[in-house]
């Protein structure tokens, strides 16, 4: 089993950065894809970033692509989103997510899972 961690969540203003982490316990996260996703108030939770587990691979949702940055240190354990020129419309809980094999878009074939951490960007 993995358990995942957020931090790095806050609130930043508009145009702004923020650098999520997600940290893994689990001594083969290496074999594990991890996926992040954003959850808005009233809507459903959205594919942002993905990355395979030896990091050669990266996915990203078309509103993130050239903003978002996403990275994983296999040493420590942890995957990284860096969030640059933020935007008010990015504001949602936004949560890590695991699965052994490759990336997926789709949130249902993630099997483990964060809590979340909550990005507030103001305007």
Known sequence: QVQLVESGGGLVQAGGSLRLSCAASGRTFSSYAVGWFRQAPGKERAF???ISGSGGSTDYADSVKGRFTI???NAKNT???????????DTAVYYCAARQGVT???ADEY???GRGAQVTVSS
Do not use: G, H, T
């Open 48 to 50: 942002i970033s993905a």
């Open 71 to 73: 990275s994983r240190d």
């Open 79 to 89: 995957v990284y989103l860096q969030m640059n020129s933020l935007k008010p419309e």
């Open 104 to 106: 997926r878009y789709s």
């Open 111 to 113: 099997a483990y899972w």
